[in-house]
């Protein structure tokens, strides 16, 4: 079962930043967070992972808050091609009954308002 | 790089029979784990082969199989087809066992009639 809890949808307007929350009130010490989004008619789409420190990629931002009970992903300019499902999933790498599986929830849907 | 391609990527079958989707993964990746994606249940994990071998199974009935070859590649079967398995079949391949990143395919829109 998704151990996350997320919005079901938010709305932003076009080259604004986006910040997208997710709690994880129960995440071990071995989670590592990723996000992923899926478009409109396609697979998902790997964003970013983290474990305790901030991280930037050239497609988000994931911050991470000091008690790691939630996170943010930052979009720091939302065009139209950002309008998703985001998915924030916990995942223990060491664990080998993870192997291989995400843990979906439902997501939040981000509209991107022209 | 080819990203992982899932064919067929449309299907309509009848009630009763079976089914066989494929997916390759990108070149040089070993795991390769399939999803189940309805507008009732979301994302669901069906199972993930490396090296030849399941090495993970989610809850599903054992109407649900799957193998990979030594090139990596990987089939799905679903035998028995219900109306509820009617679904969009998602593989997602990495570069091993534990990776962070896994890239998806665009799937296969399965409808059984």
């Known amino acids: 079962d998704a151990k996350t809890t997320q919005p079901n949808s938010m709305e932003s307007n076009e080259e604004e930043p986006v910040h997208l929350p997710c709690n994880h009130s129960?995440?071990?010490?071995?989670?590592?967070i990723h996000w992923y989004r899926q478009l409109p008619s396609q697979g998902p789409e790997y964003v970013i992972h983290?474990?305790?420190s901030n991280v930037n990629n050239r497609m988000a931002s994931l911050a991470i808050a000091e008690d790691r009970k939630s996170s943010t992903l930052i979009l720091h300019r939302a065009t139209l091609r950002d309008a998703a499902v985001y998915y924030c999933i916990l995942r223990d790498v060491s664990d080998s009954s993870n192997t291989g599986k995400l843990i979906f929830g439902q997501g939040t849907t981000l509209q991107v308002k022209p | 790089k080819a990203g992982v391609t899932q064919t067929p990527r449309y299907l309509i079958k009848t009630r009763g029979q079976q089914v066989t989707l494929s997916c390759s993964p990108i070149s040089g990746h070993r795991s390769v784990s399939w999803y189940q994606q309805t507008p009732g249940q979301g994302l669901q994990f069906l199972f993930e082969y490396f090296s030849e071998t399941q090495r993970n199974k989610g809850n599903f009935p054992g109407r649900f199989s799957g193998r990979q070859f030594s090139n990596s590649r990987s089939e799905m079967n679903v035998s028995t087809l219900e109306l509820g398995d009617s679904a969009l079949y998602l593989c997602a391949s990495s570069l091993a066992q534990g990776s962070h990143g896994y890239t998806f395919g665009s799937g296969t829109r399965l409808t059984v009639v």
């Open positions: 983290g474990l305790t």
């Open positions: 129960t995440i071990s010490g071995t989670d590592y």
